[in-house]
């Protein structure tokens, strides 16, 4: 009996190891190419301002449009009662607006509350816009999971982490990662609809 212990410790402990691998891969490598759209993925919002990682993410795709890298940038994610009415989508768009961003370069899916729904949304835009290929911009440890999740919907994705921000991403990042970690296991375990995987989703995308 104590060995079959011991060899599922070792299989628990190779499969985090694994998926610890692939995050930190994913995270430390740019994808951008030319492609149809951008999407960012929502992150907090503090009464109609981006918080610094979303101003990040939302940086970075301004980056991307003034390179010609994609003709039209998607914002995602919603926002909750405490919101006053904001959603991140929306704090996005007026970003990439005060930025030169056109306002009919810019789609704001103001509905999703957390990385699942907001893939399901961008699957939907694409369809309708007609966009094959989609640079999905988020936090370098968040991109793994939000592959896994696109290729699940149908979607041809590039991923293309923000910027580093210095002494809060040094104190967040083994955080963010095992969130990502968890997280990625219950999607593969299909415990999308558990109180897991809903704990561990909450409001951080």
């Known amino acids: 009996m104590r060995w079959l212990v011991v060899v599922v410790l070792l299989l628990i402990c190779g499969w985090f190891a694994w998926v610890y691998r692939q995050i930190e891969a994913t995270a430390d490598v740019d994808n951008a190419q030319p492609a149809d759209a951008i999407a960012v993925f929502g992150a907090a919002e503090y009464s109609g301002r981006p918080s610094p990682v979303l101003h990040a993410r939302l940086d970075k795709a301004v980056s991307l449009y003034d390179k010609e890298m994609a003709p039209v940038i ?58 094959h290929h989609i640079i999905v911009v988020s936090d370098g440890t968040h991109l793994f999971r939000i592959a896994l999740l696109c290729r699940r919907a149908g979607l041809d994705v590039y991923t293309s982490p923000r910027a580093a921000l210095g002494r809060i991403d040094d104190i967040d990042r083994a955080k ?30």
């Open 176 to 205: 963010r990662i095992m969130h990502e970690m968890l997280s990625y296991t219950a999607l593969r375990m299909d415990l999308r609809a558990s109180r897991l995987h809903l704990w561990l989703e909450g409001r951080s995308g």
């Open 74 to 131: 998607v914002t995602l994610g919603g926002g909750s009662d405490k919101d006053s009415g904001k959603t991140e989508a929306g704090v996005g768009r007026d970003y990439l607006l005060a930025n030169g961003v056109p306002f009919d370069k810019i789609i704001a899916e103001t509905k999703s509350f957390d990385t699942e729904e907001q893939v399901n949304s961008l699957a939907y835009i694409a369809k309708r816009e007609g966009f």
